[in-house]
Structures are given as structure tokens and as C-alpha cells.
Antibody
Framework: EVQLVESGGGLVKPGGSLRLSCAASGFTFSSYDMNWVRQAPGKGLEWVSSITRSSTYIYYADSVKGRFTISRDNAKNSLYLQMNSLRAEDTAVYYC?????????WGQGTLVTVSS | EIVLTQSPGTLSLSPGERATLSCRASQSVSSSYLAWYQQKPGQAPRLLIFGASTRATGIPDRFSGSGSGTDFTLTISRLEPEDFAVYYCQQSGSSPRLTFGGGTKVEIK
């Protein structure tokens, strides 16, 4: 069974940093592109970032470019999102999701709240 | 940049009725790269349809997807109580890498 478990969310002040992790199991992690998708309270889904299997290609939404860094450790079956210079508008549930074109598997999400 | 516009914003229907949800792209999207998701409150999204018309594993056949180019449709042939949720379309392949539509809420009338 595919499992994706996010962690690392919490309350952080504007301008602060946070590192999210996603632990993967039940599939060959190194064979799949991975993504971060977020959802602000009461809002729709917003793609944040994607990373290819060997980290060869990395993509970011304009809203986070230059502030967020996606990475992965295939030996540890883990995906990461380093979030710096956080803003109130980054407040959201952050999901990790597996897939290149469509995302067939999602974690349960971790809540990031940016507030003073 | 491709923008996906979903309509209507809210669809009020009764169980047993047919639901037709629209997703319109600002530029042509390859059918291979169009997907639909269902999301219920407090839950992660669930993949329903990929490649515009292929049902994901375990998805009932009352869900169907169609369309090409800039116009795509998700149809639920007969609404079951568990189908009342928010539905999102999503495209991939063009800059930006991935885009979601704003969602359509299917609510009980």
C-alpha cells in the first residue's frame, strides 16, 4: 500500500523558515516524480513545486520561487520542502503527492500557519 | 501560462441526478495531461480521471471524463450520497508545470 506521510508543519512568524518532510513507503520512491501542493483555508488547490526522479529537473510556482526549495533523498525514501521568508499568504495545508502528469497518491497533509 | 476555469462554481443537485462539470483552458491542453480530482472536507484530493477520460483505479463507472483542446467535462451519471464534494481539474506539461482549476462544489439540493 502506498503511503505518504508529511510532517514538519506548525506555527511560524512572518519571515521565518520551516522544513517539511514527506516519508514515502509502499512503492519504489526513486521511480516517481514527486510534488508539493498546498491549500489555503477554505480555498482551492495550488501547485507549489515538483521534482523529477533523480532531481534532474525542479519546478516552482512563481509564488514561491526564490523562497522555497524542494529536494529528495531516494536512499531515505523522503521528499522535502525548505520554506524560507514565509509570508501570511503561505498559510495552508501542504500535501506531498506522487506522479508526473496526474497525482494518484497523496499524503494527509501538514498545516503551516504563518502568523505573528 | 495556462489558466483553467471551472464552471459552475456550485452545482445544487439531488441524489440520482446527473452532474456535468466543465473545465475550460486558456490554451489548448493535451488530453494526456488533463486530470480530475474529488475532495471531501478534511480529506486529501482523490484522483478520479487521468488522460481526460481514463478512470483511476477503483473509481466507479458512473464517473466519466471527456473533451479535448480547451474544453473538458466530468460527468457523474447518477449522483450517490458520497459524491457530494468539490471537484478540481488539473493540467500538466505546460508552464507552469501544473495548474489546478478553481473547483466546482457539488452540493445536495
Amino acid at each position: 500500500e502506498v503511503q505518504l506521510v508529511e510532517s514538519g508543519g506548525g506555527l511560524v512568524k512572518p519571515g521565518g523558515s520551516l522544513r517539511l518532510s514527506c516519508a514515502a513507503s509502499g512503492f519504489t520512491f526513486s521511480s516517481y516524480d514527486m510534488n508539493w501542493v498546498r491549500q489555503a483555508p477554505g480555498k482551492g488547490l495550488e501547485w507549489v513545486s515538483s521534482i523529477t526522479r533523480s532531481s534532474t529537473y525542479i519546478y516552482y510556482a512563481d509564488s514561491v520561487k526564490g523562497r522555497f526549495t524542494i529536494s529528495r533523498d531516494n536512499a531515505k525514501n523522503s521528499l522535502y520542502l525548505q520554506m524560507n521568508s514565509l509570508r501570511a499568504e503561505d498559510t495552508a495545508v501542504y500535501y506531498c503527492a506522487r506522479g508526473e502528469r496526474e497525482m494518484a497518491d497523496w499524503g494527509q497533509g501538514t498545516l503551516v500557519t504563518v502568523s505573528s | 501560462e495556462i489558466v483553467l476555469t471551472q464552471s459552475p462554481g456550485t452545482l445544487s443537485l439531488s441524489p440520482g441526478e446527473r452532474a456535468t462539470l466543465s473545465c475550460r483552458a486558456s490554451q489548448s491542453v493535451s488530453s494526456s495531461y488533463l486530470a480530475w480530482y474529488q475532495q471531501k472536507p478534511g480529506q486529501a484530493p482523490r484522483l478520479l480521471i487521468f488522460g481526460a477520460s481514463t478512470r483511476a483505479t477503483g473509481i466507479p463507472d458512473r464517473f466519466s471524463g471527456s473533451g479535448s483542446g480547451t474544453d473538458f467535462t466530468l460527468t457523474i451519471s447518477r449522483l450517490e450520497p458520497e459524491d457530494f464534494a468539490v471537484y478540481y481539474c488539473q493540467q500538466s506539461g505546460s508552464s507552469p508545470r501544473l495548474t489546478f482549476g478553481g473547483g466546482t462544489k457539488v452540493e445536495i439540493k
